[in-house]
C-alpha cells in the first residue's frame, strides 16, 4: 500500500499499458493522416490525432468491467501524463500546466460526446464534420474530414472485432489509414 501511495510501486499492468498506449500513438502518428489527409502535423493537430485513438479504445471497451475496465483507467491517466509532459516539453511551466490540463480534459471529453454517437450511428457526414470542427476549426471546409471519418468507422469496427482478451495482452491493433487513402481522396 505504501509503496503505490508513494509511487514506489510499480502496477502490474504497466507493461500492458505501455504496449496499448505505444499502438494508439503508432496509429496517432501513421504519416497519411498528416501528408494525405492534411491534418496540422503541429503539436495540436497531434493531440487531436492522440485523442481519437485514444477515443476509439475507450468507446470499444465502455461497459466493460473488471480488469478491461481498470486497465482503460489506466490507459487514461497515462494518457494525461503524457500530455502534461507534452506541455512542460514545449515550455508552458508548472503554474500554467493546471489551467491548460483542465481546458484539454475538457476538449477531449468534448470529443469523445461528439465521435461518440456519430460512430454509434455509422454517420459519416456527421462524424466528419465533427471531426473538422475539432481539427481544423478555421477551416469552413475541409475534403479529407470524409475521409478521415470514413477511416475511423473502419478503426471502430476493427476494434469491435478484437476480443477483450486481446487488449489484457497488450494487443490492439488498428487500420491503416492507407488502405483508405485512394479510395476517399
Known sequence: MFKKLFGLGR??????IDALYGDIVAAARQPE?????????????????????????????????????????????RFFAEVDDSLRALGIGDMGIPKRMKKLARMFY?????????VDAGDVTALGEALRRNVMPESADWPQSEALARYTLEASEALN???????????????TASAREEKDI
Do not use: C
Not at 502496477?11 to 500492458?16: D, E, K, L, R, S
Not at 498528416?34 to 503539436?43: F, K, R, S
Not at 476509439?56 to 491517466?77: I, N, P, S, W
Not at 472485432?161 to 487500420?175: N, S, T, Y
Open 11 to 16: 502496477n502490474a499492468n504497466q507493461p500492458i
Open 33 to 77: 493522416l498528416y501528408a494525405a489527409w492534411q491534418v496540422p502535423d503541429t503539436p495540436l493537430g497531434r493531440f487531436e490525432m492522440l485523442s481519437l485513438h485514444m477515443f476509439l479504445f475507450l468507446h470499444r471497451v465502455k461497459g466493460e468491467e473488471g480488469q478491461v475496465r481498470d486497465l482503460a483507467q489506466d490507459l487514461t491517466d
Open 110 to 118: 468534448g470529443r469523445t460526446a461528439s465521435y461518440g454517437g456519430a
Open 161 to 175: 472485432r478484437q476480443p477483450v482478451e486481446d487488449f489484457l495482452q497488450g494487443r490492439l491493433a488498428f487500420p
